[in-house]
C-alpha cells in the first residue's frame, strides 16, 4: 500500500539507516524483522528462493511497522522490475551494475513517462492501494528509491559514471562479488579488495551520491557508519539461524560426550562477517 518512502526521507536528510536481509522467502520473517524495528528490510530476490508472490506477502507482512522494504531483484530486467514496483515495493536493490547505460536504464524502467518507460496499470495495482491513492502516479516516481550494486572490478572503473545517473539514489558497493571479480573470492579484507573499494568510495563520493554496503572482513557495521554510510544491512535470517542452530548443536555435542564433530566451516560471505 503506497506511504511516503520513509528510508529515501532519512537517507536525503542525512540520517544513516540499519536494515537486514531476508532470504527465506517467509512471511513471519518479515514480520518479526520489521516488528524488530530495522529502518528497512531488503527481501533477497538475487539469492534465494525469493519471488513476486513472497515478496507480496512480505510486504504484507511487515506493513504494521515503519521499515521500508525494498527488493534486491535477481536482474535488472524491466519486465520483473515492473511487477514490483506495482506489487508495491519501495525500492529495488539491483546487483551487479557495471555502466552508466545499465543504472540509466533502470532508472527508465521505474519511472512512468515522460521520465521514463514504466507501463501503467496503476489503478488496479497494490502499489496504489488499488487505485484508493489518487495521486499515486504523480508521486511515484520521485517515492521510490533506487540502489545500484558496484560490486565488480568493471563497474568500479565506472563508479563515477554510474553515480552521476539521475534518478540512481544509492550506490551500494558489494565486497564479496567484488572480491570474486578479481579473483580473491571472499577474501574481502584483502588489500587489493580494499582499494577498490576506496576507488569506488572516492568516485562515488566526487559526485556527492550517498552510499551503501554490508560489513567485511575487518570492516563492522559500526566502522562502516563512522565512515558515513548512508545505510548498512547485515545478518539475515538464515545466517542468525545457522549460528543459533551451531550454538544448540555444541551444547547437544558436548552433553552427550559424543566424539567431537566438526562442523564445516561456513564460506564466507556478505551476510556472516
Ligand atoms: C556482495 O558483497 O557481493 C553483496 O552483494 C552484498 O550483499
Ligand atoms: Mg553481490
Same mark, same amino acid.
Given at each position: 500500500m503506497f506511504?511516503?518512502?520513509?528510508?529515501?526521507? &532519512?537517507?536525503?536528510? +542525512?540520517?544513516?539507516?540499519f536494515g537486514?536481509?531476508?532470504?527465506?522467502?517467509?512471511?513471519?520473517?518479515?514480520?518479526? !524483522?520489521? !516488528?524488530?524495528g530495522f /529502518? %528497512?528490510?531488503?527481501?533477497?530476490?538475487?539469492? +534465494?528462493? +525469493? /519471488?513476486? &508472490?513472497?515478496?507480496? /506477502?512480505?510486504?504484507?507482512? !511487515?506493513s504494521g511497522a515503519p521499515a521500508t522494504v525494498l527488493v534486491r531483484v535477481p536482474?535488472?530486467?524491466?519486465?520483473?522490475?515492473?511487477?514490483?514496483l506495482d506489487a508495491g515495493c519501495e525500492g529495488v536493490v539491483v546487483p551487479?551494475?557495471?555502466?552508466?547505460e545499465e543504472a540509466k536504464a533502470i532508472v527508465e524502467a521505474c519511472r512512468y513517462a515522460p521520465r521514463g518507460t514504466r +507501463?501503467?496499470?496503476?489503478?488496479i495495482a497494490?502499489?496504489?492501494?488499488?487505485? %484508493?491513492?489518487?495521486?499515486?502516479?504523480?508521486?511515484?516516481?520521485?517515492? %521510490?528509491?533506487?540502489?545500484?550494486?558496484?560490486?565488480?572490478?568493471?563497474?568500479v572503473k565506472n563508479a563515477r559514471a554510474i553515480a552521476e545517473v539521475d534518478g540512481v539514489d544509492?550506490? %551500494?558497493?558489494?565486497?564479496t562479488d567484488l572480491s570474486g571479480s578479481i579473483g580473491l573470492m571472499g577474501q574481502t579484507g584483502h588489500p587489493d579488495v580494499e582499494a577498490l573499494i576506496a576507488e569506488a568510495v572516492r568516485e562515488v563520493k566526487a559526485v556527492g551520491k550517498p552510499l551503501a554496503t554490508v560489513p567485511r572482513i575487518g570492516k563492522t557495521w559500526q566502522d562502516l557508519m563512522g565512515e558515513g554510510y548512508c545505510f548498512v544491512a547485515t545478518g539475515s535470517e538464515i545466517y542468525s539461524y545457522r549460528m543459533a542452530a551451531t550454538e544448540l548443536m555444541k551444547g547437544w555435542r558436548a552433553y552427550r560426550k559424543a566424539e567431537e564433530v566438526q562442523v564445516a566451516e561456513a564460506p564466507k560471505g556478505s551476510y556472516s562477517t
Open positions: 506511504r511516503p518512502n520513509r528510508l529515501k526521507e &532519512r537517507i536525503l536528510s +542525512g540520517q544513516q539507516s537486514t536481509w531476508l532470504q527465506s522467502n517467509y512471511p513471519a520473517f518479515a514480520e518479526m !524483522a520489521a !516488528a524488530a /529502518d %528497512f528490510i531488503i527481501l533477497d530476490q538475487e539469492h +534465494g528462493p +525469493g /519471488d513476486e &508472490r513472497g515478496a507480496i /506477502d512480505m510486504m504484507r507482512a !511487515a536482474s535488472s530486467h524491466p519486465t520483473y522490475l515492473k511487477r514490483l551487479m551494475v557495471e555502466s552508466a +507501463g501503467n496499470a496503476a489503478d497494490r502499489c496504489s492501494s488499488y487505485g %484508493f491513492q489518487p495521486d499515486y502516479l504523480k508521486r511515484a516516481d520521485d517515492n %521510490f528509491l533506487i540502489v545500484v550494486q558496484i560490486e565488480t572490478a568493471k563497474a544509492v550506490v %551500494f558497493i558489494g565486497p
